[in-house]
T-cell receptor, first 113, second 115 residues
Framework: DSGVTQTPKHLITATGQRVTLRCSPR?????VYWYQQSLDQGLQFLIQ???????AKGNILERFSAQQFPDLHSELNLSSLELGDSALYFC????????????FGDGTRLSIL | AQTVTQSQPEMSVQEAETVTLSCTYD???????LFWYKQPPSRQMILVIR??????QNATENRFSVNFQKAAKSFSLKISDSQLGDTAMYFC????????????FGQGTELSVKP
């Protein structure tokens, strides 16, 4: 158990819909990262937050947004969903940013029908 | 831009034998970090080992060790005494020193340990 909690584990929805994925980091970790794992794109970094502020951004679509709340949990919002958004979405956390090892949650499997 | 390449999509090894997974990367940075993550069929991402580029000594964690060749930009993972539980997808990952913690992953190598 990594200590990172992601909910829900599975999500099935339709094209055009909006979903919210939730992540609770390990106790004491200030940084949260979101990654997308798909068959065609592999594992890709989406975005990082540190203590409530956006720290780094990767190949995140404009339809996607994220935030980190004062209690340090984070949410990834995906809107106007397309079939290609079907993927496993991971949240990871670390004590700080930079070189600290990242510990991953079990992921949320998103299926778009 | 940094890239990570794993040239072996699939590998297999007999139980108790040793196997080496290859990884090369490309970067213009002089200080960075390299990682190997394991993803078993359960889909969890588990950190296996970490290497700082400024350290010449190769990292070791029990049966797992790396061969870090900075000049060649190579970072291979050696698994000794392979166990059935080592069956998983293995990802090599790069983190630049000034990238805020962004991990760049290779395509992965699927390792099967056979009894």
């Amino acid at each position: 158990d990594s200590g990172v909690t992601q909910t829900p584990k599975h999500l099935i929805t339709a094209t055009g819909q909006r979903v919210t994925l939730r992540c609770s980091p390990r106790s004491g970790d200030l940084s949260v990262y979101w990654y997308q794992q798909s068959l065609d794109q592999g594992l890709q970094f989406l975005i990082q937050y540190y203590n409530g502020e956006e720290r780094a951004k990767g190949n995140i679509l404009e339809r996607f947004s994220a935030q980190q709340f004062p209690d340090l949990h984070s949410e990834l919002n995906l809107s106007s969903l397309e079939l290609g958004d079907s993927a496993l979405y991971f949240c990871a956390s670390s004590v700080a940013g930079g070189d600290q090892p990242q510990h991953f949650g079990d992921g949320t499997r998103l299926s778009i029908l | 831009a940094q890239t990570v390449t794993q040239s072996q999509p699939e590998m297999s090894v007999q139980e108790a034998e040793t196997v080496t997974l290859s990884c090369t990367y490309d970067t213009s940075e002089s200080n960075y970090y390299l990682f190997w993550y394991k993803q078993p069929p359960s889909r969890q991402m588990i950190l296996v080992i970490r290497q700082e580029a400024y350290k010449q000594q190769n990292a070791t964690e029990n049966r797992f060790s790396v061969n870090f060749q900075k000049a060649a930009k190579s970072f291979s993972l050696k698994i000794s005494d392979s166990q059935l539980g080592d069956t998983a997808m293995y990802f090599c990952a790069f983190m630049g020193n000034n990238q805020g913690g962004k991990l760049i992953f290779g395509q992965g190598t699927e390792l099967s340990v056979k009894p």
